[in-house]
């Protein structure tokens, strides 16, 4: 088994910056991918980053690209996502998520193993 935790969340005013970080504990030997989703209430689970676990390639949603950076950091098992120049609508819960396997970097139906979730909240 694996167990992902995330970290950071907290509230921050429009333009701030928050990092959040997911460690991975357990099996964690086989990772091809781990992913930044977010969800808010009454809304689907949507894709923010992901980044291959081989090689550091990275892949953003557009609605974050230019602001949000994720990297990783093999030797500690851990992922991280830098949030820039953050807005009202970033606020949401955010999940790190871990996938074995090729499939879909933008697909939460892909990934395996998923965080508790942080909370972001963007507010004056």
């Known amino acids: 088994q694996v167990q992902l935790v995330e970290s950071g969340g907290g509230l921050v005013l429009p333009g701030g910056s928050l990092r959040l970080s997911c460690t991975a504990s357990?099996?964690?030997?086989?990772?091809?991918?781990m992913g930044w989703f977010r969800q808010t209430p009454g809304k689907e689970r949507e894709f923010v980053a992901a980044?291959?676990?081989?090689?550091?390639?990275?892949y953003y949603a557009n609605s974050v690209k230019g602001r949000f950076t994720i990297s990783r950091d093999n030797a500690k098992n851990t992922v991280s996502l830098q949030m820039n120049s953050l807005k009202p609508e970033d606020t949401a819960v955010y999940y790190c998520?871990?996938?074995?396997?090729?499939?879909?970097?933008?697909?939460?139906?892909?990934?395996?193993?998923w965080g508790q979730g942080t909370q972001v909240t963007v507010s004056a």
């Open positions: 357990g099996r964690t030997w086989g990772t091809y991918a």
């Open positions: 998520a871990r996938r074995v396997t090729s499939g879909s970097n933008y697909s939460p139906t892909d990934y395996d193993y």
């Open positions: 980044i291959k676990w081989s090689g550091g390639k990275t």
